[in-house]
């Protein structure tokens, strides 16, 4: 009796295990929404609406590559949704430089301009493309990646989608060069002296 409860027990865990490994979005919420403590009730379509793209239909185009974001920060509606959006801007000869989202794939459509894109896998090996316009490129969960908009003249816009509230940002630049992360360890992990980390990391400063 005891070894079959135990079995059921041991079953049980192994379920809830690949339940939690295939999960593929955010955790479920167990409402249709959810709304932060400190909203004035009742909630109506204005909750559900979030307003903030207005200012890039309306300003002149950045002089320096830009992402607007409609995430679950900038829109709390999205909290347990498993969606976000980001509008990229890239002035020509812009670069998004090399990141990662640790918590959801980016599907980009390209709405203007060309783009390169790229990104490297766990065994280290990089796919790129030059996308055109109305091109949709995914770049899988969690991988290096980045966009740059080799073009001489002429601006990119990209709409990239997420499968989470809150896929979070890792820029590699900012993260390795311009966290305090000690010299050494840095300069022993890239195989280089010190010198050569200071300089990367004066380019980061703010
Ligand atoms: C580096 O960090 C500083 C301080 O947090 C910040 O102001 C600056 O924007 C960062 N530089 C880059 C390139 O992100």
Do not use: C, W
């Not at 790129?128 to 316009?133: F, P």
């Not at 990119?156 to 390795?176: D, E, I, K």
């Amino acid at each position: 009796m005891k070894k079959q409860l135990l079995l059921v027990v041991a079953a049980l865990a192994l379920a809830l295990a690949l339940i939690q490994t295939t999960r593929a979005g955010d955790p479920d919420i167990l409402t249709d929404y959810v709304i932060p403590a400190n909203t004035p009730a009742p909630v109506d379509g204005g909750f559900f609406t979030f307003t903030g793209m207005r200012a890039l239909v309306s300003s002149p185009f950045p002089s320096t590559f830009k992402v607007f974001k409609a995430g679950m920060e900038q829109f709390p509606a999205l909290n347990g949704q498993s969606v976000s959006y980001a509008v990229l801007m890239y002035p020509s000869g812009t670069v998004n430089p090399v990141h990662t989202h640790p918590r959801s794939a980016e599907l980009l459509f390209l709405v203007q301009g060309t783009l390169e894109v790229g990104f490297v896998d766990t065994t280290n090996k990089l796919f790129t493309q030059s996308l055109q316009q109305g091109d949709v490129f995914v770049f899988p969960k969690g991988l290096v990646h980045f966009q740059y908009n080799a073009d001489a003249k002429n601006p990119a816009v990209a709409m990239s989608a997420f499968g989470s509230a809150n896929a979070g940002t890792v820029s590699l630049p900012n993260t390795l060069f311009n966290s305090t992360i000690d010299d050494t360890v840095l300069a022993l992990s890239f195989k280089t002296d010190v010198g050569t980390i200071q300089k990367l990391k004066a380019g980061l400063k703010g």
